[in-house]
């Protein structure tokens, strides 16, 4: 169909902040759909499963199990409102990101905030009485440690940036990122303060990441060489062709020494004609590989 290829493409020649949020919503995709079948089928199990497969579960003994859940529970959601919120404030902070940074260290700051967000949220559950009762049970789900993490990297290498917010007018991006931090990861901590914890997790490698950086050591560049890697491994390889060159006869190599003489001459005489100037680049670029091969 014509919209998978035109998504194919944007994929495949879109920058990595296309690519992550592709990703993010293919996942919700795939959620979405298990439920619908769940429900379908009258088996809420599938759908628990599916999601407690991608979550990453805050008790040592279910993660020794599901290790792989330090990534894919950033890049799952079940609410709409979950992940509409986070991928804009993905693309509005990963647009900025880039305009600074390259790709490369928006991607390391997206995995390893979602990475430190989910170390905080599992060993808090562990050590803290508050949630002992819980332990067990709960999982996360969401980008947003990683989205933090992009936010308060990006406020932290350029704080004076100005952004315009609709009804308050343009506002420095340190302020914005200071009253998400605020609302998303201080106020109510009680509600959902799994997910708070994991927030900042990710908010705090954000800061420590820019503080390196501008040390001059990019915290990242490890988990580049890795993905770089295993990106050069799956790539397809180009197939090695063989071409074996047709010998000139003398008729046609003569032919072709008359023919490039002629196109010398021809420039010359432009030269005497209009001055050196008048020369297109190609011609100009020809005179000077002839006049190396005279030297």
């Given at each position: ?119 905080v949220y599992i060993i808090s559950f562990n050590i803290f ?40 007018g343009r506002i420095k991006i340190k302020w914005v990122a ?114 190396q091969k005279n030297n």
């Open positions: 169909m014509r919209i998978w290829d035109d998504i194919g493409k944007t994929f495949k020649n879109g920058n990595s902040l296309t690519r992550l949020i592709y990703v993010n919503i293919a996942v919700f995709l795939l959620i979405t759909i298990g439920s619908i079948i769940a429900y379908l089928l009258n088996n809420q199990t599938l759908q628990i499963n599916l999601l407690n497969w991608l979550s990453v579960p805050s008790s040592f003994k279910a993660f020794l199990v599901r290790p792989w859940t330090l990534i894919t529970y950033m890049f799952t959601h079940k609410d709409i409102l979950h992940i509409l919120f986070n991928m804009l404030w993905l693309y509005w902070f990963g647009t900025i990101f880039l305009e600074y940074l390259d790709q490369k260290k928006l991607v390391a700051v997206y995995l390893l905030g979602g990475i430190c967000g989910a170390v009485p508050a949630f002992d009762q819980v332990v067990n049970e709960s999982v996360a789900i969401g980008a947003s440690a990683s989205v933090l993490a992009i936010v308060v990297a990006i406020a932290a290498y350029v704080p004076d940036y100005s952004v315009n917010l609709f009804l308050i200071l009253a998400i931090f605020i609302l998303t990861s201080v106020m109510d901590f009680s509600v959902n303060s799994g997910g708070k914890l994991a927030h900042i997790g990710g908010a705090a490698f954000g800061y420590i990441y820019t503080v390196s950086l501008r040390r001059g050591h990019d915290p990242g560049k490890g988990l580049n060489k890795i993905l770089d890697f295993f990106a050069t491994l799956f790539k397809p390889r180009k197939k090695l062709r063989v071409t074996y060159k047709k010998k000139k006869t003398d008729y046609e190599y003569n032919k072709a020494r008359a023919d490039h003489q002629e196109q010398i001459n021809k420039i010359l005489d432009k030269i005497s004609k209009g001055g050196y100037d008048c020369l297109t680049k190609e011609e100009k670029d020809l005179l000077f590989r002839e006049s």
